[in-house]
């Protein structure tokens, strides 16, 4: 979390990786009694709730190699493909699932017709349905009373402009993106500073100094993309339901 800067309450770090995890800082134990979020100690004091899935860029690598889109492909066939990715809805559970607890799920795709079965609708929908899979873990997190006034992005996803886009207008949150790119690096490296320096209780400030928020890749939502998102998502969690039946 140091890496990310997220040291106070109002900052989740949402990483794109090949899981995805949505978590944030705590100065008091987060229990779920649902056990969708993890109520772990952080190695710096205090605590760290976090939801973990399992399939994030998992599901935009397969849906990619699928296609047989390059980095450059991938990228100008999200943006050219409508928000919502024209009806498709990509339910992301490939590796099973962990978040849900659907460890024999499989990944499904819903939607496709004659005229939105193409691969710019299903490379954008790979990428909503993992981003849906972690605005889950905003709302849960939400329920146990941590707020997000902002998300600061970490990993491979955060590469794409559209991606980074899309997180901030289903989130309906303020996407940050910090210049040093390696956060648990960096953050190791800033604990071991903290010990050196006697500055375990100075948190903040050391953070401060060392992390500098990148203005050319973060941004905000935009408000006619957050309305159209409540209706998606909405979709998308119905489809999510339909498969938690199936593989349950």
Request: charged fraction near 20%; charge should be negative; aromatic fraction near 6%.
């Amino acid at each position: 979390r140091l890496g990310t800067g997220n040291v106070a309450p109002g900052v989740v770090t949402m990483s794109l990786g090949t899981s995805g995890t949505v978590f944030a800082f705590s100065d008091k134990p987060v229990i779920d009694r649902k056990g969708n979020i993890a109520a772990f100690c952080s190695s710096t004091g205090g605590w760290l709730p976090l939801l973990c899935t399992m399939n994030c860029t998992v599901s935009t690598e397969l849906m990619r190699n699928l296609v047989q889109a390059d980095i450059a492909s991938f990228e100008a066939q999200l943006e050219a493909s409508n928000r919502g990715a024209n009806g498709v809805i990509t339910v992301p559970y490939f590796n099973g699932e962990r978040t849900p607890n659907l460890p024999d799920a499989k990944g499904c795709v819903f939607g496709l017709d004659s005229r939105n079965a193409r691969t710019e609708n299903i490379l954008r929908s790979a990428v909503e349905g993992a981003t849906f899979a972690l605005r889950f873990g905003l709302d849960e997190l939400s329920e146990l009373g941590i707020s997000a006034e902002q998300i600061v992005l970490t990993g491979g996803g955060v590469n794409s402009a559209t991606w980074r886009q899309v997180v901030a207008d289903i989130c309906d949150t303020p996407v940050s993106v910090l210049k040093n790119g390696e956060g648990a690096g960096f953050g190791a490296a800033l604990q071991a500073l903290a010990m050196l320096e006697n500055r375990s209780d100075d948190l903040g400030a050391l953070v401060g100094e060392h992390l500098q928020r990148d203005p050319e890749r973060s941004l905000n939502p935009r408000p006619s993309a957050v309305h159209f998102y409540i209706d998606t998502y909405k979709e998308y969690q119905r489809g999510a339901e339909k498969v938690a039946e199936l593989y349950s």
